[in-house]
């Protein structure tokens, strides 16, 4: 079992930002910006690369809750970055998909 389902089971404490039956966002506990949020499905997909035709919803409320959050936390002005690891080489540690929302600094590109 994945620490973030472990985190969806109320097992481990997590500073959460937003919930609903579908979704968790949470804050990252280790951040790589000022503000590092990780944004959930409570379904168990792997990640994008694992999803399919039956995961559409959920995927887009993925992205809408990452938004949301975002504005939330007053990023949508100055701009902000989601991410979705996938897969080892992909830089992919926890096997539950998961979109960090990265903002409060400027981002560089290319990523590392
Ligand atoms: P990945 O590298 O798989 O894309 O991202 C995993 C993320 O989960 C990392 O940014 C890491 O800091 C975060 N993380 C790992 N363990 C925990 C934890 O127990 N609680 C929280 N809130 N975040 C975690």
């Known amino acids: 079992m994945t620490i973030f389902q472990r985190i969806i089971d109320g097992e ?3 500073d959460k930002v937003f919930e609903d039956e579908e979704v968790l966002a949470f804050r990252d506990i280790q951040p ?3 503000t590092h949020i990780l944004v959930i499905p409570k379904k ?3 990640s994008v690369a694992h999803a399919d035709s039956g995961d559409q919803a959920v995927l ?3 992205l809408l809750v990452a938004a949301e959050v975002a504005r939330q936390e007053g ?3 100055h701009g902000y970055r ?3 690891n996938i897969g080892r080489g992909g830089g992919q540690r926890f ?3 998961h979109v960090h929302v990265l903002g409060g600094r400027q981002m560089v590109w290319p990523p590392g």
């Open 82 to 84: 989601l991410v979705t």
């Open 75 to 77: 990023l949508s002005e």
């Open 32 to 34: 790589q910006a000022p």
């Open 60 to 62: 887009g409320r993925l």
């Open 95 to 97: 096997d539950l998909l």
């Open 12 to 14: 481990i404490p997590a």
């Open 44 to 46: 168990p997909i792997v």
